[in-house]
């Protein structure tokens, strides 16, 4: 049984930074073809792809909305998922949530299998 469960999330000033972990279990972490990202969700708006990493050679893709704030990064030992996020924003503000898939052409942003819960990220003015 796959498990993603996130933790991190949190109030901060804007500006700020947070970092949210996403501990997983239950997956194949010996295939050459597993992915790992980061997604969020804002109230009355659409899920929103963020970065993600390939788990056994660590490449990565980052949305523009992000990229240069965000660092996406794992722990093959610890079986875990970072989402380092810097200089935030009010409209950082959205439940983020971790992500992971088999197969497809990377980078992939789309198509995920499993997903965690989510943690709150609330960013003040």
């Known amino acids: 049984q796959v498990q993603l469960v996130e933790s991190g999330g949190g109030l901060v000033q804007a500006g700020g930074s947070l970092r949210l972990s996403c501990a997983a279990s239950?997956?194949?972490?010996?295939?050459?073809?597993?992915?790992m990202a980061w997604f969020r969700q804002a109230p009355g708006k659409e899920r929103e792809f963020l970065a993600a990493?390939?788990?056994?050679?660590?490449?990565?893709d980052y949305a523009d909305s992000v990229k240069g704030r965000f660092t996406i990064s794992r722990d093959n030992a610890k079986h875990t998922v970072y989402l380092q996020m810097n200089s935030l924003k009010p409209e950082d503000t959205a439940v983020y949530s971790c992500?992971?898939?088999?197969?497809?052409?990377?980078?992939?942003?789309?198509?995920?299998?499993?997903w965690g819960q989510g943690t709150q990220v609330t960013v003040s003015s």
């Open positions: 992500a992971a898939a088999y197969g497809g052409s990377w980078p992939v942003r789309r198509g995920y299998d499993y």
């Open positions: 990493v390939t788990w056994r050679g660590g490449s990565t």
């Open positions: 239950g997956l194949t972490f010996s295939r050459y073809d597993m992915v």
